[in-house]
């Protein structure tokens, strides 16, 4: 039984401080790869095994509330990749928060267009939760920019203990699924940072801040996309689930 009143509470309080304030002190990727060892590329999987891998729990906004309100199709073009910066959310409680609509922002023109921040999978690292269908847009990028009307968001969790480079590990697995199903290059998988939001400063946000160096794609994103395009490299043909 978990104590679900206290848990929102905070949940709330650190998800609204965490998710609108995006300061964050660049910190290098070095030791993951010490942490993770190499991709075992020679070990194949279908996509379903790979989706196996990250222990995929669907757990969606319901249909008609809160961030799904109204019906918004996407054809998807990238996958960018964010992290919560969170220290206390875990990815259950963000699916919470999403699902009974905590994760408000100011609706203006220019700027936020539904009142909510979405987005469709949270990476932890022991599961990843699915928010959203991979065909509906999400509110979590750059306002009415191509980031939002054209891309799925991953958010890596930073909760306290959870084991970050099996975060990362998770997130680079759902990043090759995800370019599998909807027939994407490594190219199309971008930081949040990649994206331009007009009338915010900084434009270019330091997300996800850990794979960035000094808040720009230097050698940690460029590590981060080998990863993804090794486990790529791993898919064989086989049972193929549209998520
Ligand atoms: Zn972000």
Redesign the pocket.
Known sequence: MRPLTLILVLAHAALVASLSN?SSTSVQGGGWEARLGPVPVEQKVTPVQLLGEVHLIQDMIPRGTYGRRSYRPMNVRSITI??TQNPTGDAWHHALALKRGALRAPKRPGGNRIGFLTWHFTVEDRATYQHLPTNEQGE??DFNGPGNNHSIAIEMCEHRGNDLARTIDNAAKLAAFLMYEHRLGIGSVVP?HHWRRIGVSPEH?D??HFLLDRGREGATWRWFLDRVQSQYSRIIPGPMPRI
Do not use: M
């Open positions: 995006c964010h992290s979590h990028a949040h946000k997300c996800p």
